[in-house]
């Protein structure tokens, strides 16, 4: 097994099986990602819970390996060329797990799968974010309705995007790839946690519902939904 004990964040979060991916993270839209891609590609990975409750993004230990203090965040004991690496964004963990795996990365359409995953992480992830926060948690106090209609109005419209591409196709770059593992889980949120569908013209989509029921009954991805386990 790779010596990783020159990580800070080891100390706190022991790795538990050798040579296998240490993932820092929780299920939230942007947590869950990397599991399920570790889950699809059959990669063997520790899930450590970061809670979130107890500020566990905002310890040195964590710190060191994000200093963006965000999840999700892994340590591969095997990186390039033998060599442990450490990484830290969701979009570019995907990207390395499926050059690592040679899966889940099309070389055919290797682009397009890539412009649907910076479609994610440039628009539907900060979008619907933001709406969650003015929809469902403290923004939802704020009396002025012009911040809420700004996130309202840009998720409905890239939900119609997304609800265009999709015509003709189960998976948004025409197979499964990465780029449905970053769609996906936030049209999960949306719908199910922050309960926005009615405010963002869900029931009007005729794409995108079926898309996510499809996503959600694949077996790696339900039990990439729940790594690491809540406390």
């Known amino acids: 097994m790779t010596d990783l004990s020159a990580f800070a964040i080891t100390r706190r979060w022991s790795p538990r099986t050798?040579?296998?991916?240490?993932?820092?993270?929780?299920?939230?839209?942007?947590?869950?990602?990397?599991?399920?891609?570790?889950?699809?590609?059959g990669l063997p990975y520790d899930a450590h819970l970061v809670n979130f409750a107890t500020n566990?993004?905002?310890?040195?230990?964590?710190?060191?390996?994000?200093?963006?203090?965000?999840?999700?965040?892994?340590?591969?004991?095997?990186?390039?060329?033998?060599?442990?690496?450490?990484?830290?964004?969701?979009?570019?963990?995907?990207?390395?797990?499926?050059?690592?795996?040679?899966?889940?990365?099309?070389?055919?359409?290797?682009?397009e799968?890539?412009?649907?995953?910076?479609?994610q992480m440039g628009g539907i992830g900060p979008m619907f974010g933001q709406l969650g926060y003015f929809h469902t948690f403290?923004?939802?106090?704020?009396?002025?309705?012009?911040?809420?209609?700004?996130?309202?109005a840009e998720t409905e419209r890239l939900l119609k995007v997304l609800d265009g591409a999709l015509s003709g196709r189960d998976w948004i770059a025409g197979d499964y790839s990465i780029a449905d593992i970053a769609i996906a889980p936030w049209l999960r949120t949306l719908r199910d946690f922050y309960k926005a569908t009615e405010i963002t013209g869900w029931d009007k989509l005729k794409n995108v519902p079926?898309?996510?029921?499809?996503?959600?009954?694949?077996?790696?991805?339900?039990?990439?939904l729940v790594q690491p386990p809540r406390p």
Do not use: C, H
């Open 113 to 119: 799968v890539l412009q649907w995953l910076m479609f």
């Open 18 to 41: 050798p040579g296998a991916i240490q993932l820092y993270s929780l299920p939230t839209p942007n947590g869950v990602k990397v599991a399920i891609a570790l889950e699809e590609m």
């Open 138 to 152: 403290a923004g939802k106090e704020i009396e002025d309705p012009r911040p809420k209609e700004r996130y309202r």
């Open 210 to 224: 079926s898309y996510l029921d499809r996503f959600l009954a694949r077996p790696a991805v339900q039990r990439g």
């Open 56 to 111: 566990d993004q905002m310890s040195p230990e964590f710190l060191s390996l994000n200093p963006n203090n965000k999840i999700p965040a892994i340590i591969d004991p095997e990186g390039p060329n033998g060599a442990p690496l450490a990484l830290f964004e969701s979009g570019a963990i995907l990207i390395y797990l499926a050059e690592k795996s040679g899966k889940l990365m099309p070389t055919a359409n290797r682009y």
